[in-house]
């Protein structure tokens, strides 16, 4: 059983924008006590937390970042969405969604590439 699914990724030149979405099953999605999130993993590198939200809607998204993501849950649709805007060369990545501590089978994930 897919759990989540993440869609919307690309190439995109430097300053670009991209909208990643994830669909979460909605028994997930719905669970009061689940808080979702947003990782990424480059090439040789670990995969990393990038942005957060609450069931009440509450967000994080980590500080290196400097404003240029923001994560959103539509409860309609049982999504996750991560809205990058002024991309860099190092957002490049696969990116994943989960439960914060990581604890669904990682889905396929959604891979970005930002270059000239």
């Known amino acids: 059983q897919v759990q989540v699914a993440e869609s919307g990724g690309g190439w995109v030149q430097p300053g670009g924008s991209l909208q990643l979405s994830c669909a979460v099953s909605r028994d997930i999605f719905n669970d009061q006590y689940t808080t979702m999130s947003w990782f990424r993993q480059a090439p040789a590198k670990e995969r990393e937390l990038v942005a957060s939200v609450t069931t009440e809607g509450t967000t994080y998204e980590i500080p290196s970042l400097e404003g240029r993501f923001t994560i959103a849950r539509d409860d309609a649709k049982a999504t996750i969405t991560l809205q990058m805007n002024n991309l860099k060369p190092d957002d490049t990545a696969r990116y994943f969604c989960?439960?914060?501590?990581?604890?669904?089978?990682w889905g396929q994930g959604t891979q970005v590439t930002v270059s000239s």
């Open positions: 989960n439960t914060v501590f990581r604890r669904l089978p």
